[in-house]
């Protein structure tokens, strides 16, 4: 089983750089969601969605963008990449009625 | 807002000790409370969880229960192993119908030596 795949694993970019993370979920969960990691902080929301064409802000969605044109699929995008931006990067999915979230591996970002 | 505290970590225990992870929350409402757990370079899975006042939550050893008078969730282990070094993160979510949004703990992270 596949569960929620994301991809790439590991990037650098230089300052100003724009990249798209991606994820994908083979369970036909509604829900989505990005969490960063910073060190010593905690999981922080960037953005969720309910299903999909339906996306909202979450804690943390200042320079991110994302879309949702599938259930599968749940792209993150920086357009314009900072220093601040380097962290971890999860993506993970959930049923609407369940509270038991599905995390992806992660991708580490770091940008210089 | 809601919020979650935990001990800060590292945790360094002799295998076969006994663990306690303390976890406190604050929350506007009635949350459903969970202990998530990341094993070094995967994403978190979910470990144990509770839905309401003195339900205990237990897998794979671990055990903790709700107390709502003193709003914690502490996550404890009679006898760790090696296999259980991890970060382990205390989280809360209040159903809305608009996203099932969790509010996660800094994570705690569990070293346990031979």
């Known amino acids: 089983n596949a569960g929620v795949t994301q991809t790439p694993k590991f990037r650098i970019l230089k300052i100003g750089q724009s990249m798209t993370l991606q994820c994908t979920q083979d369970m036909n969960h509604n829900y989505m969601y990005w969490y960063r990691q910073d060190p010593g902080m905690g999981l922080k929301l960037i953005y969720y969605s309910v299903g999909a064409g339906i996306t909202d802000k979450g804690e943390v969605p200042n320079g991110y963008n994302v879309s949702r044109s599938t259930t599968e699929d749940f792209p993150l995008r920086l357009e314009l990449a900072a220093p601040s931006q380097t962290s971890v990067y999860f993506c993970a999915s959930s049923y609407p009625e369940s509270e038991k979230l599905f995390f992806g591996s992660g991708t580490q970002l770091s940008v210089l | 807002g809601d919020s979650v505290t935990q001990m800060e970590g590292p945790v360094t225990l002799s295998e076969e000790a006994f663990l306690t992870i303390n976890c406190t929350y604050t929350a506007t409402g009635y949350p459903s409370l969970f202990w998530y757990v990341q094993y070094p370079g995967e994403g978190l899975q979910l470990l144990l969880k509770?839905?309401?006042?003195?339900d205990k939550g237990s897998n794979k050893g671990f055990e903790a229960t709700y107390r709502k008078e003193t709003t914690s969730f502490h996550l404890e282990k009679g006898s760790v192993q090696v296999s259980d070094s991890a970060v382990y993160f205390c989280?809360?979510?209040?159903?809305?119908?608009?996203?099932?949004?969790?509010?996660f703990g800094t994570g705690t992270q569990l070293k346990v030596e031979l």
């Open positions: 989280a809360l979510i209040i159903l809305t119908g608009g996203g099932n949004k969790l509010t």
């Open positions: 509770a839905t309401k006042a003195d």
